[in-house]
């Protein structure tokens, strides 16, 4: 019988962006800290350690997923993507520049997980899948623009405290816009510039009042 | 977190065997809940069969020309699928008004269906809670209840089902298909969960050792035209406080055929059976679905702090009962 | 690196200039280490056990099963935990919220309060043992209840963060009675919680006969002071450094966690980490306390205000006290010839709360902002109108002038921006679908003070430029900031010019509170690359260690000019209501703000919309739930507790005007907290336009929506 105490314990090879680790690790180690305690991957944040905030976002055979909730040993098999693995070498991803230029962030502590959901945003957008703010999910009705009100929805699994949603979201309309593979998300980052534009954007001040565009001028 | 053991069972029969031979194993799907429910002490598994990689990740077409959904089919793969967003789109909608892009790509079919409530209480092993500790008590009755049940609770448990998904699957007569080491078995889901009565504990008609197969959906002519709300203190990824799925045929003003279900209201996603007897063959129109929600609605037994429940959920029934009628008639 | 978007090569024109965070590609990519993420050899983690009684005594902690855990190395509780001292005063003037100072006494003065700390070699196994162990207590009967009511019997005033506990001139019942329209009204704000993203955290160890903290806070002076007092250590043997915090909104002060680390390192002789979990942070980390307020105005037929009565009852701990000024900004805002503010506290069995972003005026301008509101409906005058025929000559309190007051200038740009002309005041007209949609609008002020820095400016033999201070950015781009502000000192382009930050050995300087940083940080770093560049302009050459120059502003703030000095702003926003879902969406939102010198805009809208955000959230999700009969929380955490996240938060925008102070040397005001105050109060003015129904208790939630209904 197997009620004999199991092993809990178990050797495990980790494909991490693109490299193989094997580590022994307890059972009940998370992804997350797996990665930040014993593979000196520290980009991958801890918010919540629940499912709660979306800051520990990594991506799992390229689907974003909460890395506190992804036991270690479960992963074994998977091909896993933190921030680390985001960029080409010293080529930032789109999706990063558009944050740094933007500022979508100010403390930074969600931003890995902002950034690799915003990565996987634009992929899910790509495959056409709905969200909970899409009119008609029907397949006939096509894939939705990828609007700022689309965006919001989609980006909402990813808290941030300090409040930097207008910019995020300004920086995830830039960066699909950059994406090659559809017209319609470039007319989205076109509604995000006009709605930028309802309440006049220019500052009241000219030199002070540079506006998201020209900051990233 | 209690230490425990770890297997990745290939096959069905390997799964069952797993589970079988150690008393103190549950099987692990996405791992949502269950890991959550881990780190805060709720669940103490000595042992953890993971399932995620059986060949139960398929959509395929019933014989009865129904859906047959695998257990291990993810919440978003499910969504995104074509005959789904085709045929019952009221169950896409459901799924994409729950958690988040990150956990409904982790979550699956089966592990949602057997999540466990989100009461407050329960969540916390420093507090009583008969669902936790039958026999504790219940802090929610006289404490902080503004989220809880009011219909099919008892003086026992008020917690609610945070389900969407199943929301939608119970007004669409979804069945649950299961393994055992006896042989497979199926339920309908609204026979799945368990009255509450004396025994909130036991949540689900499972037999022991069971593991859910997957889900099959009937053929339903009617979800073509159907919708899911979802009201919530937040606009996006949080629960539920009360929420419908429907689906509606009209016929020359008059209702042929209707769907109802509530979320957030029960212990399990609520098939609202009374309001749909009450509409079917009466004219479409807003008083007739207040009259229907009513109807359903006269068995809620309110607590202090949740009465306005009642009053979301009927005036949630007028206004997508309301929105399906104007859409067919468009 | 720097990295300028523009004016790099440009000199002296810096400040005000967009420019990307200076540490931006290391928080895009996940290589900033934020103070749990530094690895060091030997390091152990410790895992608070809290105590599940909400008042009482700790009879016994059966550590010695714990022991026998795997892993576990130590099992600190009051029985043999290093001894501190806390008969001290702090940095900020205030002694140290006994909280933090752990395990001394047998104690229990609430639910959550901090029983022991295991420590084990991995972070699984602490946190195992930690829920193992088992704690028995001698409870005692706890009362958690904050009453409904600006009065309690057990009230007591006491001076707090804005100013004196109790403020009056004028016979109040006679201005009341002799105006043409009066105004009484009760509202209420429940506890809050800053819910920073990066839970706190510290790792401490002994290296030689220092003392090494790694930590993530607002201050690391603040942090080694108290720790050097509490620990009897010279303060030259305290190091705390603090180089990315993940935002801290008042919370990242001492805690709790940095004393435990402590604690155990000196026990163990090895490294100990010591995170809080989220859960345990609701506990541990303050919080701003619910409050009760009452508003009485009167005023005249015109509207201008006769009686202002604003008193606020706010909640503190049984060893602590800390007091949520609600009524301060009435201090500031609005006079009248009877002019009455108080602020009242009430001891319950509940952890201390603390400063949290716009403490005091966050709630207390939800109160006034919203009563100034229902006077104008009574009155019968647009709401702008209405605050602009109000606006005092003199601080209504102190009499003394105001440095700049710009207050009617954000409403004239705000008004024009947002469309507020077309608007009509009757409520409950508008509709789309399933919508009623309303606008609404509320003033705002926040404190510019500043306080003593230092900073060490250093030309390097390179041509490069090095600034020390001992600042912390928490997420403010105040690093940012000070690099333009020390650009334009030293007339050099921002890229030549590398600040250092958050490291208690900069030596003394404003910690990142009561939006003072900045303007603090800034005025001694303009100090020392001043006289560098002075410096440097009669030398030939810079020798291979540098030319070092030292500021200190203790004198200069000291002879600043007793005056009102704030900044001020107006809040606009436009919110959608499904009365019969009680569903609330804010639709679009404004602030105009007048703040001095804006040094980097593109960081500083992220400042003003940020503070603006928590206003949405505060007005519509944020309430901690506390259990009656356990005395604990329910629901403590990011599910049960909900912030704003994207899809509540439509286009905010901010923008500010000129304003200029030219008896100011330094110009610049804070904008961390502003954005925040009023924020509140325009969401909930604008549901009452668009329903016709007042909602006075925050958060305005859908089943409060549903239970109020409409105005027939």
């Given at each position: 019988m197997a009620t004999a105490s199991p092993s809990t314990y178990s050797a495990v090879t980790l494909n991490i962006n693109g490299e193989k680790h094997t580590l022994t690790v307890d059972h009940r180690t998370t992804l997350l800290d797996a990665l930040r305690e014993r593979l000196d991957l520290t980009g991958t944040k801890k918010g919540c350690d629940q499912g709660q905030c979306g800051a520990c976002t990594v991506l799992l055979d390229k689907r974003r997923a909460v890395a506190c909730l992804q036991l270690a040993v479960a992963a074994e098999g998977r091909e896993i993507t933190t921030i680390e693995g985001v960029a080409e070498g010293d080529r930032l991803h789109p999706v990063q520049q558009a944050f740094l230029d933007l500022d979508g962030y100010q403390c930074g502590y969600c931003t890995p997980g902002q950034i690799c959901s915003a990565v996987a945003v634009i992929e899910e957008h790509a495959a056409g899948w709905p969200s909970a703010v899409t009119d008609d999910v029907r397949p006939e009705a096509g894939p939705p623009p990828l609007t700022p009100e689309e965006i919001r929805e989609r980006m909402s699994g990813n808290l941030c405290r300090c409040g930097a949603y207008v910019s995020i979201v300004q920086a995830v309309a830039r960066a699909a816009e950059n994406d090659a593979r559809t017209g319609r998300t470039a007319e989205a980052a076109q509604d995000a510039h006009d709605a930028q534009g309802t309440q006049g954007a220019q500052g009241a001040q000219g030199a002070q009042g540079a506006n998201h565009e020209g900051a990233a001028a | 977190m209690r230490e425990f053991g770890y297997e990745r069972a290939l096959d069905v029969p390997g799964a069952l065997a797993l589970l079988d031979a150690d008393p103190d194993a549950r099987f692990l799907g996405g791992g949502t809940n269950l890991v959550d429910l881990m780190k805060t002490g709720v669940e103490r598994p000595g042992r953890l069969v993971d399932v995620r990689d059986l060949p139960l990740d398929g959509i395929g077409t019933a014989e009865d020309g129904g859906l047959r959904i695998g257990a291990t089919v993810t919440n978003s793969d499910l969504a995104a699928h074509p005959e789904v967003r085709r045929r019952y789109p009221a169950l896409t909608q459901a799924v994409l008004a729950g958690a988040s892009g990150q956990l409904r790509n982790m979550a699956t079919v089966g592990g949602n269906l057997l999540q466990r409530t989100r009461c407050g209480y329960f969540a916390d092993v420093t507090k009583p809670c008969n669902k936790r500790v039958p026999g504790s008590g219940c802090p929610a009755i006289e404490g902080e209840h503004h989220n809880h049940a009011v219909l099919g609770a008892s003086g026992h448990c008020v917690a609610t089902h945070p389900s969407d998904l199943g929301v939608a699957l119970t007004a669409f007569d979804a069945v649950v298909t299961y393994e055992t080491p006896g042989g497979p078995g199926e339920l309908p889901l609204t026979e799945f969960y368990l009255p509450v009565g004396d025994t909130p504990h036991l949540e689900t008609a499972l037999p022991p050792g069971a593991l859910i197969t997957g889900v099959t959906l009937p053929p339903a002519p009617v979800a073509a035209a159907s919708r899911y709300r979802k009201v919530r203190e937040r606009a996006s990824y949080a629960f539920a406080i009360g929420s419908i799925a429907a689906a509606l045929d009209v016929r020359d003003g008059v209702v042929h055929e209707v769907r109802l279900a509530f979320g957030a209201v029960a212990s399990r996603p609520w098939r609202a059976r009374a309001a749909e007897a009450a509409l079917t063959g009466a004219p479409a129109g807003a008083a007739a679905f207040a009259a229907a929600a009513d109807a359903e609605l006269a068995a809620a037994r309110p607590l202090p702090h949740n009465g306005y429940k009642v009053t979301l959920m009927r005036n949630l029934v007028v206004a997508v009962l309301s929105e399906l009628t104007e859409e067919a008639t468009r | 690196m720097t990295t300028a978007t523009t004016g790099t090569r440009t000199t002296g024109h810096a400040v005000g200039t967009a420019h990307t965070r200076v540490e931006g590609r290391d928080k895009v990519t996940g290589a900033a280490r934020y103070a749990g993420e530094i690895p060091f050899t030997e390091l152990a983690f410790g895992w608070f056990a809290l105590s599940t009684a909400a008042r009482g005594r700790v009879r016994s902690v059966e550590s010695d099963a714990v022991l026998e855990m795997p892993g576990v190395l130590a099992v600190l509780h009051h029985g043999n935990a290093p001894r501190v001292d806390i008969d001290y005063v702090g940095m900020l003037g205030m002694p140290p919220d006994p909280t933090a100072a752990v395990f001394q006494h047998d104690r229990v003065p609430h639910a959550g309060w901090p029983v022991a700390l295991v420590v084990a070699a991995t972070s699984e196994q602490a946190r195992e043992a930690a829920e193992a162990l088992v704690v028995h207590y001698e409870e005692e009967p706890h009362d958690v209840t904050f009453a409904a009511g600006s009065e309690h019997p057990d009230a007591y005033s006491i001076p707090g963060p804005g100013g004196p506990g109790v403020t009056g001139k004028g016979d109040l019942e006679a201005e009341l009675a002799a105006s043409a329209v009066v105004l009484d009204a009760e509202y209420s704000t429940p506890e809050e919680h800053h819910n920073p993203m990066e839970p706190h955290a510290a790792t401490a160890r002994w290296d030689g006969g220092r003392l090494e903290v790694v930590d993530s806070n607002q201050g690391t002076l603040w942090v080694a002071d108290e720790l050097a007092k509490m620990f009897s250590l010279d303060p030259a043997a305290v190091r705390v450094r603090s180089e990315h915090v993940g935002g801290g909104f008042g919370s990242k002060g001492l805690r709790a966690h940095q004393v435990a680390a402590v604690m155990a390192a000196t026990v163990l002789s090895r490294p100990v980490r010591v995170v809080m979990t989220r859960r345990q942070m609701f506990s541990l980390a303050g919080y701003r306390s619910p409050t009760n307020q009452r508003v009485r105005l009167g005023a005249d037929a015109e509207g201008r205000l006769r009686a202002l009565e604003h008193s606020s009852l706010s909640v503190t701990s049984t060893v602590h006290e800390f007091i949520e000024s609600g009524a301060g900004p009435a201090r500031v805002m609005y006079d009248a010839p009877a002019h009455h503010t108080a602020n009242r506290v009430v001891r319950l069995d509940v952890p201390t709360p603390t400063f949290m972003r716009a403490p005091g005026e966050a709630p207390g301008s939800f109160a006034l902002e919203s009563a100034l509101d229902e006077l104008a409906e009574k009155c019968g005058i647009d709401p702008i109108e209405l605050r602009v025929r109000n606006e005092p000559a003199l601080g209504p309190v102190s009499g003394l002038p105001f440095s700049s007051r710009n207050l009617p200038a954000c409403f004239r740009e705000g008004a024009r921006r947002f469309g507020w002309a077309d608007r009509d005041p009757r409520p409950g007209l508008r509709r789309d679908g399933r919508w009623l949609l309303g606008t609404g609008t509320a003033a705002a002020s926040f404190f510019a003070g500043a306080m003593p820095s230092t900073a060490a400016a250093t030309a390097e033999s390179d041509g490069t430029f090095t600034v020390r201070i001992n600042a912390a950015d928490i997420g403010t781009g105040a690093r940012t900031a000070l690099t333009l502000v020390a650009a334009d000192a030293l007339q050099v382009p921002t890229d030549r010019v590398r600040v250092r930050i958050g490291d208690s050995d900069l030596g003394p300087a404003m910690i990142a509170g009561g939006s003072m940083g900045t303007r603090s940080w800034a005025w001694a770093v303009t100090a020392a690359a001043e006289e560098l560049r002075e410096r440097l302009a009669l030398s030939d050459a810079v020798p291979p260690e540098g030319i070092t120059v030292r500021s200190d502003t203790t004198a200069a703030v000291g002879a600043l000019t007793q005056k009102e000095r704030h900044s001020f702003g107006a809040q606009f926003a436009e919110v959608a209501v499904d009365v019969a879902t009680g569903e609330v969406r804010v639709r679009r939102m404004l602030g105009v703000f007048a703040a001095g010198k804006i040094v980097n805009p593109l960081t500083a809208r992220g400042q003003f919309t940020g503070g603006m955000i928590w206003g949405i959230s505060m007005a519509l999700h944020e309430e901690a739930v506390r259990d009656r009969n356990t005395g604990a929380h329910y629901g403590a955490d990011l599910a049960g507790y909900h912030v704003a996240t994207h899809a509540d938060v439509p286009l905010v925008e901010a923008d500010w005007v000129d304003d200029p102070d030219p008896d100011d040397p330094v110009g610049i005001k804070g904008i961390?907290?502003?954005?925040?105050?009023?924020a509140a109060a325009a969401v909930a003015n604008a549901v009452w336009h668009a329903t016709g129904v007042r909602h006075r208790s925050l958060p305005i939630r859908p089943d409060r929506v549903l239970e109020a209904g409409v105005r027939a």
């Amino acid at each position: 019988m197997a009620t004999a105490s199991p092993s809990t314990y178990s050797a495990v090879t980790l494909n991490i962006n693109g490299e193989k680790h094997t580590l022994t690790v307890d059972h009940r180690t998370t992804l997350l800290d797996a990665l930040r305690e014993r593979l000196d991957l520290t980009g991958t944040k801890k918010g919540c350690d629940q499912g709660q905030c979306g800051a520990c976002t990594v991506l799992l055979d390229k689907r974003r997923a909460v890395a506190c909730l992804q036991l270690a040993v479960a992963a074994e098999g998977r091909e896993i993507t933190t921030i680390e693995g985001v960029a080409e070498g010293d080529r930032l991803h789109p999706v990063q520049q558009a944050f740094l230029d933007l500022d979508g962030y100010q403390c930074g502590y969600c931003t890995p997980g902002q950034i690799c959901s915003a990565v996987a945003v634009i992929e899910e957008h790509a495959a056409g899948w709905p969200s909970a703010v899409t009119d008609d999910v029907r397949p006939e009705a096509g894939p939705p623009p990828l609007t700022p009100e689309e965006i919001r929805e989609r980006m909402s699994g990813n808290l941030c405290r300090c409040g930097a949603y207008v910019s995020i979201v300004q920086a995830v309309a830039r960066a699909a816009e950059n994406d090659a593979r559809t017209g319609r998300t470039a007319e989205a980052a076109q509604d995000a510039h006009d709605a930028q534009g309802t309440q006049g954007a220019q500052g009241a001040q000219g030199a002070q009042g540079a506006n998201h565009e020209g900051a990233a001028a | 977190m209690r230490e425990f053991g770890y297997e990745r069972a290939l096959d069905v029969p390997g799964a069952l065997a797993l589970l079988d031979a150690d008393p103190d194993a549950r099987f692990l799907g996405g791992g949502t809940n269950l890991v959550d429910l881990m780190k805060t002490g709720v669940e103490r598994p000595g042992r953890l069969v993971d399932v995620r990689d059986l060949p139960l990740d398929g959509i395929g077409t019933a014989e009865d020309g129904g859906l047959r959904i695998g257990a291990t089919v993810t919440n978003s793969d499910l969504a995104a699928h074509p005959e789904v967003r085709r045929r019952y789109p009221a169950l896409t909608q459901a799924v994409l008004a729950g958690a988040s892009g990150q956990l409904r790509n982790m979550a699956t079919v089966g592990g949602n269906l057997l999540q466990r409530t989100r009461c407050g209480y329960f969540a916390d092993v420093t507090k009583p809670c008969n669902k936790r500790v039958p026999g504790s008590g219940c802090p929610a009755i006289e404490g902080e209840h503004h989220n809880h049940a009011v219909l099919g609770a008892s003086g026992h448990c008020v917690a609610t089902h945070p389900s969407d998904l199943g929301v939608a699957l119970t007004a669409f007569d979804a069945v649950v298909t299961y393994e055992t080491p006896g042989g497979p078995g199926e339920l309908p889901l609204t026979e799945f969960y368990l009255p509450v009565g004396d025994t909130p504990h036991l949540e689900t008609a499972l037999p022991p050792g069971a593991l859910i197969t997957g889900v099959t959906l009937p053929p339903a002519p009617v979800a073509a035209a159907s919708r899911y709300r979802k009201v919530r203190e937040r606009a996006s990824y949080a629960f539920a406080i009360g929420s419908i799925a429907a689906a509606l045929d009209v016929r020359d003003g008059v209702v042929h055929e209707v769907r109802l279900a509530f979320g957030a209201v029960a212990s399990r996603p609520w098939r609202a059976r009374a309001a749909e007897a009450a509409l079917t063959g009466a004219p479409a129109g807003a008083a007739a679905f207040a009259a229907a929600a009513d109807a359903e609605l006269a068995a809620a037994r309110p607590l202090p702090h949740n009465g306005y429940k009642v009053t979301l959920m009927r005036n949630l029934v007028v206004a997508v009962l309301s929105e399906l009628t104007e859409e067919a008639t468009r | 690196m720097t990295t300028a978007t523009t004016g790099t090569r440009t000199t002296g024109h810096a400040v005000g200039t967009a420019h990307t965070r200076v540490e931006g590609r290391d928080k895009v990519t996940g290589a900033a280490r934020y103070a749990g993420e530094i690895p060091f050899t030997e390091l152990a983690f410790g895992w608070f056990a809290l105590s599940t009684a909400a008042r009482g005594r700790v009879r016994s902690v059966e550590s010695d099963a714990v022991l026998e855990m795997p892993g576990v190395l130590a099992v600190l509780h009051h029985g043999n935990a290093p001894r501190v001292d806390i008969d001290y005063v702090g940095m900020l003037g205030m002694p140290p919220d006994p909280t933090a100072a752990v395990f001394q006494h047998d104690r229990v003065p609430h639910a959550g309060w901090p029983v022991a700390l295991v420590v084990a070699a991995t972070s699984e196994q602490a946190r195992e043992a930690a829920e193992a162990l088992v704690v028995h207590y001698e409870e005692e009967p706890h009362d958690v209840t904050f009453a409904a009511g600006s009065e309690h019997p057990d009230a007591y005033s006491i001076p707090g963060p804005g100013g004196p506990g109790v403020t009056g001139k004028g016979d109040l019942e006679a201005e009341l009675a002799a105006s043409a329209v009066v105004l009484d009204a009760e509202y209420s704000t429940p506890e809050e919680h800053h819910n920073p993203m990066e839970p706190h955290a510290a790792t401490a160890r002994w290296d030689g006969g220092r003392l090494e903290v790694v930590d993530s806070n607002q201050g690391t002076l603040w942090v080694a002071d108290e720790l050097a007092k509490m620990f009897s250590l010279d303060p030259a043997a305290v190091r705390v450094r603090s180089e990315h915090v993940g935002g801290g909104f008042g919370s990242k002060g001492l805690r709790a966690h940095q004393v435990a680390a402590v604690m155990a390192a000196t026990v163990l002789s090895r490294p100990v980490r010591v995170v809080m979990t989220r859960r345990q942070m609701f506990s541990l980390a303050g919080y701003r306390s619910p409050t009760n307020q009452r508003v009485r105005l009167g005023a005249d037929a015109e509207g201008r205000l006769r009686a202002l009565e604003h008193s606020s009852l706010s909640v503190t701990s049984t060893v602590h006290e800390f007091i949520e000024s609600g009524a301060g900004p009435a201090r500031v805002m609005y006079d009248a010839p009877a002019h009455h503010t108080a602020n009242r506290v009430v001891r319950l069995d509940v952890p201390t709360p603390t400063f949290m972003r716009a403490p005091g005026e966050a709630p207390g301008s939800f109160a006034l902002e919203s009563a100034l509101d229902e006077l104008a409906e009574k009155c019968g005058i647009d709401p702008i109108e209405l605050r602009v025929r109000n606006e005092p000559a003199l601080g209504p309190v102190s009499g003394l002038p105001f440095s700049s007051r710009n207050l009617p200038a954000c409403f004239r740009e705000g008004a024009r921006r947002f469309g507020w002309a077309d608007r009509d005041p009757r409520p409950g007209l508008r509709r789309d679908g399933r919508w009623l949609l309303g606008t609404g609008t509320a003033a705002a002020s926040f404190f510019a003070g500043a306080m003593p820095s230092t900073a060490a400016a250093t030309a390097e033999s390179d041509g490069t430029f090095t600034v020390r201070i001992n600042a912390a950015d928490i997420g403010t781009g105040a690093r940012t900031a000070l690099t333009l502000v020390a650009a334009d000192a030293l007339q050099v382009p921002t890229d030549r010019v590398r600040v250092r930050i958050g490291d208690s050995d900069l030596g003394p300087a404003m910690i990142a509170g009561g939006s003072m940083g900045t303007r603090s940080w800034a005025w001694a770093v303009t100090a020392a690359a001043e006289e560098l560049r002075e410096r440097l302009a009669l030398s030939d050459a810079v020798p291979p260690e540098g030319i070092t120059v030292r500021s200190d502003t203790t004198a200069a703030v000291g002879a600043l000019t007793q005056k009102e000095r704030h900044s001020f702003g107006a809040q606009f926003a436009e919110v959608a209501v499904d009365v019969a879902t009680g569903e609330v969406r804010v639709r679009r939102m404004l602030g105009v703000f007048a703040a001095g010198k804006i040094v980097n805009p593109l960081t500083a809208r992220g400042q003003f919309t940020g503070g603006m955000i928590w206003g949405i959230s505060m007005a519509l999700h944020e309430e901690a739930v506390r259990d009656r009969n356990t005395g604990a929380h329910y629901g403590a955490d990011l599910a049960g507790y909900h912030v704003a996240t994207h899809a509540d938060v439509p286009l905010v925008e901010a923008d500010w005007v000129d304003d200029p102070d030219p008896d100011d040397p330094v110009g610049i005001k804070g904008i961390g907290e502003i954005g925040i105050v009023g924020a509140a109060a325009a969401v909930a003015n604008a549901v009452w336009h668009a329903t016709g129904v007042r909602h006075r208790s925050l958060p305005i939630r859908p089943d409060r929506v549903l239970e109020a209904g409409v105005r027939a």
